[in-house]
T-cell receptor, first 112, second 118 residues
């Protein structure tokens, strides 16, 4: 019930295309859903996050779509660029625990 | 601009050795975390700490311990290293936000330590 399931494990997209990564969760107590981006040799860095009281959040080319009833959320990268090639992790946390539960990660490659 | 520093990028240790991984943050964050990252498994929480001298077990604490003697420093200890502890280890810190200590926000990660146990 604590798990966050992420798919796909890897993704190849052409430059200018849309990259979509999906996550699903079981624990309805989760109330914070961030996405992290990790480049090789670096630690993950916060990319964008959403609370379950909204269905969508957009920051530049990155959008989180949130479906509370389905217990799913996804990251959309519009106009994907080679510089977006990285590993992406979804995560979730609840209450005051401070613990982030991470998905399995998606390796994105954007081809020029 | 470095905020979370892990003392080693690469380590090679022998089976049975006691291994210390050090993490220091300069953001005055209350909370610190140790994760391990393995392909296909994502990031799994080993231990975390809300305050100096406080620690709590994460999802995979077996074979590990931690120490937090100062606010800025959080050490991960492998009591007797084994080959199945070969992994990337990531340290993170976060502030306690708002009244009631709302946590889980604003993690800052270090660059990781890749540990190989032979």
């Amino acid at each position: 019930q604590q798990q966050v399931k992420q798919s796909p494990q890897s993704l190849i997209v052409q430059k200018g295309g849309i990259s979509i990564i999906n996550c699903a969760y079981e624990n309805t107590a989760f109330d914070y859903f961030p996405w992290y981006q990790q480049f090789p040799g670096k630690g993950p860095a916060l990319l964008i996050a959403i609370r379950p009281d909204v269905s969508e959040k957009k920051e530049g080319r990155f959008t989180i779509s949130f479906n509370k009833s389905a217990k799913q959320f996804s990251l959309h990268i519009m106009d994907s660029q080679p510089g977006d090639s990285a590993t992406y992790f979804c995560a979730a946390s609840f209450g005051n625990t401070g613990k982030l539960i991470f998905g399995q990660g998606t390796t994105l490659q954007v081809k020029p | 601009d470095v905020k979370v520093t892990q003392s080693s990028r690469y380590l090679v240790k022998r089976t049975g050795e006691k291994v210390f991984l050090e993490c220091v943050q300069d953001m005055d964050h209350e909370n610190m975390f140790w994760y391990r990252q393995d392909p296909g498994l994502g990031l799994r929480l080993i231990y975390f700490s809300y305050d100096v001298k406080m620690k709590e077990k994460g999802d995979i604490p077996e074979g590990y311990s931690v120490s937090r003697e100062k606010k800025e420093r959080f050490s991960l200890i492998l009591e007797s290293a084994s080959t199945n502890q070969t992994s990337m280890y990531l340290c993170a810190s976060s502030p306690t936000l708002g009244t009631g200590g709302r946590l889980g926000y604003g993690y800052t990660f270090g660059s990781g330590t890749r540990l190989t146990v032979v």
